[in-house]
């Protein structure tokens, strides 16, 4: 177990990084103040930014870290030109052949629907099959086009490039004609409602944050098995963002914790610590600055609720952060410059006994609106 100097977590330590910005601020408010203007003027103005200071300085550091988050948004996602990386591509294809898939999912596809966004699958596919090889989105990507091809040819249309591409792939790739997933697959009501029906009521109501862990370190396969579930959370046209950087190491899991600000008294017992980040390389346009945030969410709750299924206990740690502690963190976790980190995970299996908060929820009413229809 790791040393309690080491591991308490140092909220007041955190201000350091800030009183760098601090020091020169106020001397460069000083120097203006004395050197340039009138004394008393300058000693109001002095005064006057001394007052309004943490207001300025909060504002600079927000500023700050927008500027952060957007610079870092336009530089790794292909919001603003053509995928390039490996990871901008393979998010492409996966959001053009999931056009196809969504397409054939409707109660009702129209014959030949979707020409245009066949040509611009096609477009980065070929170039990135003779790149990267055969590899499983290219996969994915033949078999929805193959599902749409049948589709289409049930009803009378063909496409002769598509046709000669998928031939072409097929005698280049014989393992492509074997079974596997891509396009889409028949279910039945039956089939979901009785798999769903799991007393889902008592395994939500009994999901709390826990600050309190056994001294028992956490299988790594468990985690696996955990972030393989998380795995299945929606994501923005299948995209999938979400990453999970783990840490098991206790002199590692106290060097990360001092950055963050929320595990104060526990974080000292903390045997396993996720860092749930998102990948900015699969967002497509500016309206997705967000979506990091949104599909790292959904991500991270899948995550807790399949360890939570384990038995293991979890909770998470705000990254509410600025940009002057992200990036020192990000540097020590080794977590690459297009994750967006969305939180911390403490993971840990539960003690005997244990006290957890009530954290009381809401009046249904203040959460749940529903809307007529206008008169
Ligand atoms: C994004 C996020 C960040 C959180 N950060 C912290 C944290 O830093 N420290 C902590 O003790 N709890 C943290 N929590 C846990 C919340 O306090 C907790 O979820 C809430 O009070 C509801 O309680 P419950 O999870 O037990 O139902 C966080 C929760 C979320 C969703």
């Known amino acids: 177990m790791r040393a309690e100097t080491a591991a308490e977590p140092l909220a007041g330590d955190l201000g350091k990084p800030r009183n760098a910005f601090i020091a020169p601020a106020r001397t460069a408010a000083r120097w203006i103040s004395r050197r340039l203007l009138p004394a008393r003027a300058g000693q109001r103005l002095y005064d006057t930014l001394r007052g309004g200071y943490g207001y300025l300085f909060r504002r600079g550091i927000l500023i700050a870290s ?17 995928p390039r990386t490996r990871a901008q591509q393979r998010a492409f294809l996966t959001m053009k052949y999931h056009t196809f898939e969504k397409g054939l999912a409707l109660p009702q596809p129209r014959p030949g629907f979707g020409q245009d966004r066949l040509a611009e699958l096609l477009s980065v596919l070929v170039p990135y099959e003779r790149r990267f090889g055969c590899d499983e989105v290219v996969a994915v990507c033949v078999k929805a086009l193959a599902a749409y091809q049948a589709f289409n040819a049930d009803h009378g249309v063909r496409s002769a490039d598509l046709d000669a591409l998928l031939d072409g792939y097929l005698a280049k790739h014989p393992q492509l004609a074997q079974p596997g997933e891509g396009g889409t697959k028949p279910v039945t009501r039956d089939g979901i409602t009785r798999a769903a029906a799991v007393d889902f009521e008592s395994f939500v109501l009994h999901r709390h944050s826990i600050r309190d862990f056994a001294s028992k370190p956490v299988d790594r396969a468990q985690i696996a098995a955990a972030v393989r579930l998380a795995q299945r959370s929606p994501s923005v046209c299948n995209r999938q963002a979400g990453r999970v950087h783990v840490y098991d190491d206790a002199s590692r899991i106290g060097e990360l914790l001092r950055y963050q600000s929320g595990n104060r008294g526990f974080g000292h017992i903390v045997p396993a610590l996720c860092v749930i ?12 600055r967000f979506q990091g945030w949104i599909d790292g969410g959904l991500f991270a709750m899948t995550l807790i609720y399949a360890l939570h299924a384990q038995g293991l206990g979890s909770c998470c740690l705000n990254w509410s952060v600025t940009l002057d502690i992200d990036k020192p963190m990000r540097r020590a976790a080794g977590i690459a410059d297009n994750e967006l980190v969305i939180m911390m995970l403490a993971v840990g299996h539960l003690p005997e006994t244990l006290r957890v908060a009530c954290s009381p929820r809401k009046p249904l009413d203040e959460v749940l609106v529903y809307h007529e229809a206008r008169p």
């Open 66 to 82: 927008v500027v952060y988050d957007t610079r870092r948004f336009i530089r790794w996602s292909f919001a603003l030109r053509k």
């Open 277 to 288: 980040t998102a990948d900015l390389q699969v967002f497509a346009s500016p309206g997705e």
